[in-house]
């Protein structure tokens, strides 16, 4: 006599939809950590004198110290400017083809400008300072208007945005 097929619990069914969505949710929170949630943890814009890059060990080997900072300037030959000084949490691995993106209004005209800043995010946190140096800058007394500064993937996705309060005035207010 052959067995006959007995009736699947109900219990037994909800217990295995149960799992299933457990272990898909575990799955999709794994995924979501290895893409990276990318933030900016705080923006520090501000007018920056070249000696204020001078470290001692400049005076014996003529490089520039940087530290564990990463230091990106619109005109590289020149350290006096205004800088975004910029740290970044990654809780993803390390994003190669990244860059930052920087509009800007300056006192002197009501267009806004904008920069791109090529970079490599590294995992876990890291600073940046981003410098508008040389003729991309008017000088000590002057201060930007507005800015927005937001942080771009290979593929041009925005993976975090920072803009100044008079950036977040109503359309008809910025040019």
Do not use: C
């Not at 909800?14 to 950590?33: H, M």
């Not at 890059?53 to 003529?62: A, C, K, L, Q, V």
């Not at 809780?91 to 400008?113: C, M, N, Q, R, Y």
């Not at 975090?160 to 309060?165: I, L, P, V």
């Amino acid at each position: 006599m052959l067995p006959t097929a007995q009736p699947v619990p109900m219990r037994l069914i909800a217990t295995f939809f149960l799992l299933f969505s457990l272990i898909a949710g575990l799955a999709s929170v794994g995924s979501a950590k290895e893409a990276g949630a990318v933030e900016f943890v705080r923006i520090w814009p501000a007018w920056r004198s070249a000696d204020s890059f001078i470290r001692i060990s400049e005076y014996f080997d003529g490089e520039e110290n940087i530290g564990k900072e990463t230091m990106l300037r619109t005109q590289p030959e020149h350290r006096t400017g205004f800088y975004f000084l910029t740290r970044t949490k990654n809780e993803g691995s390390s994003l190669p083809g990244a860059k930052f993106v920087l509009d800007i209004i300056k006192p002197d005209s009501p267009h806004t400008k904008t920069y791109a800043f090529p970079v490599e995010i590294p995992g876990n946190g890291h600073v940046f300072n981003l410098g508008l140096t040389g003729k991309d800058w008017g000088g000590k007394d002057m201060q930007p208007v507005a800015w927005r500064l937001r942080l771009l993937d290979a593929q041009e996705h925005e993976l975090a945005s920072r803009q100044s309060f008079l950036w977040r005035m109503p359309d008809s207010a910025t040019p």
